[in-house]
């Protein structure tokens, strides 16, 4: 295994729905209250697409911050990827869109579906991508609008997801900061758990919560474990641990069964829900400046299908 650390994240940025949706609410329309919101998921409101917005509309805002963060011209991008579910359209895939949109069309574009993990998998096709030469520098995005696929009616599902995009640029780096190590995993007898149409379709999201929490309380800190590991990462190493943000009690959970201590995990879905392939992203632009160097960040997705993937950075 190549452990140079490839992918330097240079610039960061994000875009949230523009309707803030609070628990109160939700009372308003579903049989529910903030307080039973709150305790059970640890979420207090969550942002939904608008008029005229749409995954790939929040994941080209996200794109353009992250440029401008990053201080590059959108022309010195060779690759845009997109970690998404909830694409408006099937074809053309939302990276296309961003490119269209930062001014770089003809740059090689790809979507990547893997549920809640799309941008933990995303993350590994781009350092890899970057570690084999293909690209000198990709824009990484992962986004989704989880509103345009929930039953709006389902208190088990609607009080849970948001709308949001998160994007990152990554540069080759200089061999001292980087992605070091990646682990993608699937198992496709877990369909039956969780599944979803695409936007508009009848075939509304569901999921078994009971068998998704015991699986993503067993895989989340499994992953944090075997990466630290067979790196010889010490648990003191690691700065941030970024989970997908699905439930904060799978979150308090997990990290009973972990070295790093639970100030050290970051969880933003009281202000932003469940936003899938967004969640990991999101919470770049609060840690970008007080990232450490010689410090690692350990990101970790888990979600439908069933998939999951986590990352080993080194910042």
């Not at 579906?113 to 590994?124: D, E, H, M, P, Q």
Request: hydrophobic share 40%.
């Amino acid at each position: 295994m190549n452990n140079r650390p490839v992918g330097r994240i240079v610039g960061v940025g994000r875009a949230l729905g523009s309707r803030v949706v609070t628990n109160t609410d939700l009372e308003g329309v579903l049989d529910t209250t903030d307080e039973w919101i709150s305790t059970r998921t640890g979420i207090r409101e969550r942002r939904f697409v608008g008029e005229g917005e749409s995954c790939a509309t929040l994941a080209i805002e996200a794109s353009k911050q992250a440029l401008e963060h990053a201080g590059v011209e959108a022309g010195s991008i060779d690759l845009i990827i997109c970690g998404t579910s909830t694409a408006p359209e099937s074809m053309p895939s939302v990276a296309c869109l961003i490119g269209e949109e930062i001014g770089v069309p003809g740059v090689g574009a790809m979507d990547l579906a893997a549920a809640c993990s799309g941008f933990s998998y995303s993350a590994t096709v781009a350092a890899s991508m970057l570690r084999s030469g293909v690209a000198s520098r990709v824009l990484l995005v992962g986004a989704d609008a989880m509103s345009t696929i929930v039953d709006q009616a389902d208190r088990s599902t609607a009080v849970l997801f948001g709308d949001g995009a998160g994007a990152a640029v990554l540069d080759s780096g200089d061999g001292e900061s980087g992605f070091v190590d990646h682990i993608l995993g699937a198992d496709g007898r877990g369909a039956p758990l969780g599944r979803a149409g695409h936007p508009g379709d009848d075939h509304k999201l569901f999921q078994n919560g009971r068998e998704v929490f015991k699986f993503a309380v067993r895989i989340f800190p499994e992953m944090v474990e075997k990466l630290l590991s067979r790196n010889n990462v010490a648990p003191g190493e690691v700065q941030y641990v970024i989970p997908h943000q699905a439930n904060a009690r799978i979150i308090k959970a997990a990290v009973k069964k972990m070295e790093v201590p639970e100030e050290r995990v970051v969880i933003n879905l009281n202000r932003f829900g469940n936003t899938s392939a967004a969640s990991i992203p999101l919470s770049y632009p609060d840690i970008y400046d007080e990232m450490e160097p010689g410090k690692y960040i350990v990101t970790v997705g888990f979600g439908f299908g069933l998939t999951w993937a986590a990352n080993l950075y080194r910042i």
